[in-house]
Structure formats: structure tokens, C-alpha cells
RNA sequence: GGAGCGGUAGUUAAGACGGUUAUAACGCCGGCCUGUCACGCCGGAGGCCGAGGGUUCGAGUCCCUUCCGCUCCGCCA
């Protein structure tokens, strides 16, 4: 205590409340009788009792009004010396978050004291006699809707951020959602399965948490990344439909939408091809909009092969709310005699109507944000009446431009941007250039929900720094009919029986129907380069399973973290998970992770290496 | 592993050109106040400028290192 000398004389808020937490009492009889949001004008002259947290504090001396919160919402209580002295007096030790208990009667305001922005504003309650329940040291940052805090203290003290009527709605509306969920697959006859946390490491694909054995010293479970193959199993096991709201785990870095424990709707189906697996999930969400936001949404949803999305927007989850789509020139500029064009694997150009008024500032700044895509660059040519404004417009050729003008449809004050290299690069940063200028431009409508099908994935990407080719979904994925001699021979342009589902612009959800045979299984492994002995080391267990009467089977999995983002029109994943992770993957609010005793490691006959923290760095070179 | 933004009172921010005692609003504490509702008025307290090192007569400000939060690339079957 450095400030003895002046608490005596003049109390600071922690002595004060310690003053007052001699006052604190129990419920006792108390019942609590309605919520601080329920009251109306109807309820005037009504006993109620209230119990709930100082949201403000209005005390003047004579009155004091506090308006008090709980989930419900705000309540206007008066405590006044007309009515009870006593009473009246005691009350001036409130203060903010301090929680009670009052028992008094509903009145309708005095004319004119209506507070129409309330939903409770046309009424106070007249205190008679309250309790106070529990003091509370000054919150570290207010408590309302409107504060705008710093990320850390609200992760840190994430209570008191959930107590804000934002973070209240986004874990009320994750709830619906989830309900939503049960009652329509309920309705649909799958049943709800729980399998197993504790599992078995499968390298690959994300990298995995592992635990390890005290049973079984030296050997490690994994968290699922997913229940991926628990459900196949439950299909060979003949569930034939299985659904489960499920944690999963990835130790992967970081993003606004990408936590290392999140929850998916995990969903399979027997007997049942894309076409009904994709209606299934439209209904459901179409069940969702209906229940959480009272809306209709139009099915079916959109479709488009992984290939048009590619070429018109770039990216495989395109965001159809707006234009600006790409245009291919890599045909029209191939003679070029600007070499840049000439030579590049692939040319293409977006446009944005009206655009040519943008800065050298502001095309700086959209350069600099395709640099993060691996662009060098970014031409661009302003269309002006007459004349064409760029650094780039003396390479091209009369023939070119004539082409651009037409292939893009160009009109006066319009702004062209265009980008040449490999293809990967090519799309990747017009694609997200495209999505930026959407944002930036204000060019998205703001209450519409567009939901795409990619379909027609590739089966396979090649992997440049493991050598060979990897699973684009996952490696239980069957072929396309017409891909399925293409697995073995021809990799690089084998096609998937897998779809993703797109919401403005996210992948909120991603499945396939999987290989139920394993001589298809087998074929899956081989291409992806597992020996014999690997394939059955690792997933022997499926391959035995799919030789024991597998029934065709597939699914899909939902994100259902980002959905309820998007509903809550939240820009991060973390407003609607209660206890989220920081970039770092710690938790400001437990400290975790945190070292562990000696005893706890020597039981998992575990001995960490001398500074283990510097060493982790360096495990990939060994 | 990489790029960028940020860290100054309890909170949100200003200060950045190196130069007196580091500002403001809200919050907090005290006083006054019987119709406020983000009450009002008066007064007061509150700071190792994220941490460490350096340059300098002098650093919130310049340099180096480091920690933390956020956005993105890589990564995320």
C-alpha cells in the first residue's frame, strides 16, 4: 500500500469498496420476478423484484437513479427519500458493476421523463427496499456497448467483455444456431454421435496436437483435426446418417478466422451422392436463416465448377455479391511486343467502372497490398475521353488495345488493372485485389447473403516442397468418374467428387463423397505416394473397415464459428467463441499454455531439452 | 519463417521537430444537486511514455534488441 497517509482522509476506490462489502447480504427469500428488459407501461402498478448489475449511476443527491443491466437489458430504478429515507440513503454506496437486488413497484415515468431509446423507457421501478448482493472494484474498462478497448484487455478480462450486450447477442445467436442445427438434422433421422478427443495422429495434412501417454510411455495422442474417419467408420457401421457439433483441433498459425480449437458441424450420409448431400445442407442452412435471422433464403444455392471460379474471380470462394470479375487476355496479348505480357503463363485484367479518378497514392497502395500475392507489380491504364492514361499503353499495340477495349468493355473514367506471371500468381493477386477494391469501394451490397457450391475440385496439388502431390481436400476423396484413371497416370488433371460451401466470400463448409471401396482407397494412397506399408500403418484400420461392406457414403463439415461470425456481422471468429486464443494461440485469461512441474513430465516419462523454448526453432534442420 | 500496423493515466487517444512541470476526454475519489437517463456543476488524485540497451549536455520523440496485441503472406489434407 503506497498511499497509507491519504487513505485515511480521503478513501480510493479499493478501500471504499472494501467499506462497502460489510453491506454485502444474501438472497435469502428473495425471487427474482422479471429481467431488466421485460417491463412495460402494462406492468404499472405491479410488484417486482429485480436483480442485475449498476450499468450508470445517476445520484443527485436527492434522487438517485440507477439503471440496472442483465441480460435482458436496462431497467431505470429510482431511489428516492420521498419514498423510503432509509432506503434512499443506504443506496448512495453504488457504484459501477456493483450487483443487486431491488424489490419495488413499477410506475409509468412522469410526462415527458418517457426515454424512447429504452425499450424499458416508459417506466421506472420505485425502489422500496434492496440488497446489495456484491461490490465490484472499478472495471478496467467500461462495461458498455459502445466502449472500443484494446483486444488484450477484453481477452484478459473476457468476462466483463461478455457481460457487453454485443458479446451477449454473438453467444445467443451461436446458441440459436446450434439449435437450429439439432432440430433439423434431428428431424432429418441423424443421430448425434460423440467420438473420440483423445485419437491418433495422422501427419497429414495440418500439423497436430499431441498428448501424451502416461499408460503408454513414449507414445502420443493426437486431437482430431476432424472426426473425419470416426464417421466414415459410423457409415460401415451402419448409422447411416451422423451428425455431431464437435471441437477440432489444428496447430496451424493464426487468422481472424482460423483458431487452433473450433467447432465444425460435422455431417455423413449413407447412400447418397453430391446432389443430396448439397440439398441436405441447403435446407439446413435455410433452417438457420429462418430461425436465427427470420429470413428466407432462395434454394438451391448457386453453383459454379472450382475452374470458372478460378477464372472469373481468382480465388476457389468467390464473393458474388459484386462485379469486378477477371478477364483472360493471355490469348490476346501473346504476340505482344510488350514482353512482360507476351511472356507470361497467364494475363488478366479487372476492371473498375469509374475508377480512373484514384490517386498515384492510392494505386501505390493497391500495389503494395498484391505484393503480399507474390506480384512484382500492378499496370494499370486510366480510360480517358480520347486517350488512354498509363505506363504501359505505348507497348500495346493498336490490335491489343482495340481487344482490351472490347474484352473488358471499357468506357470513359474507368481504371484497368492488370497483372502477368504464372497463373497461381496471377489469380491470387488479382483475385484479392478484386476483393479489396469490393471493400474499399463500398461496392457490396450490405445485407445480402450469397451463397455459392464450388464443385469439381482438383483431386490433387503438387506439393513443391514435399515433391509430390497432396490431397486438395482430404485423402479419402473419390475421383470423378472421369477421373478415375487419371489418379495414378495423370495426377496433375484428376478431378473430385468434393464441394465447397461459400458465403460472401468465406468457405463456411467443405465435403465429398469419400472412396468406400479400398481398392479406390488404396489407389488414393498410392498416388499420394504411401508405400503399402505406410498406407496400412497409418489407416489400416479404414482399409479394413471399407473391405467389410462400406456402404457409399459422404458428407460435409461446416465451420460453425464462421457462420455465426457472418451472422453477427462480427470481423473476427473471436467475437463469437467465449474464451478465444490470441495470434500467439495463448489465452490472456488463464495464461495458458504454461510450463508443467518435473513430477507431471516424469510421469509422461517426458524430460524437456535445455531451453526447449529456443530449441523448437530449430527441430526442422535435424 | 516473412511483411505491415499498434503499445503514452484505469480506458480511448493527442504529443513524433530531441529541449521547462507529458495533454484531453471519459472513468475514479471528494463536495453540491429531487427528474436524470452517457445527468449537471466545483475540486482532487492518478504516468518508469511496453521492457532492456545505445546515441546525446538532454530521449515519449533518434538507433539497436526484445516482449505483447492485431492484419496479412507462408502454413491451414
Redesign the pocket.
Known sequence: MTHENTANH????QN?QLEHQKCIADLGEWKRTHTCGQLTGEHAGTAVCLMGWVQ?R??????I?I?MRDFGGLT?V?F???IAPQVHKSAHIL??EYVLAVRGSVRR??EG???P??PT?EI?VVVHEWKLLNTSK?P???IEE????????RLAWRYLDLRRPWMQANLRLRHKVTQAVRSYLDEGNFVEVETPILTKSTP???RDFLVPSRLNPGEFYALP??P?LFKQLLMVAGMDRYFQIVRCF?D??L??D?QPEFTQVDIEMSFVDEAQVMEMAEGLMARIFKNVMGRQVSLPFSRMTWLEAMDRYGVDKPDTRFGLELVDLTEATRASKFALFANAERVKALKVPGGAPLSRKEIDDLLEFVK??GAQGLAWIKIKPGEWQSPIVKFLSEAERKHIAEALDTHNDDILFFQAGKTAMVN?ALGNLRVHLGEQLELIPENAFNFLWVTDFPLFEFDEAEKRY??????FTSPAPDSLDKVVSDPANAFARAYDIVLNGNEIGGGSIRNHSADAQRRMFAALGFSPESAESRFGFLLRALEQGAPPHGGIALGLDRIVMLLAKAS?IRDVIAFPK???A?C?LTEAPSEVSSAQLCDLGLRLRENAAASA?ACGTE
Open positions: 480521503v478513501p480510493d476506490a471504499l450508470f445517476r445520484d443527485h443527491g436527492g434522487l437513479f439503471d431505470q429510482v428516492s427519500p420521498d457504484r459501477s415515468r412522469p421523463m418517457v426515454n431509446a429504452l423507457g421506472e472499478t478496467p474498462f467500461p459502445r466502449c472500443d478497448v484494446g483486444e488484450n484487455l497429414e495434412g495440418a483435426q476432424s473425419q489444428r496451424e498459425d487468422r481472424a482460423r503480399n500475392y491470387a497432396m490431397a486438395c481436400h482430404h485423402p473476427s490470441t495470434q500467439k495463448a490472456l526453432g
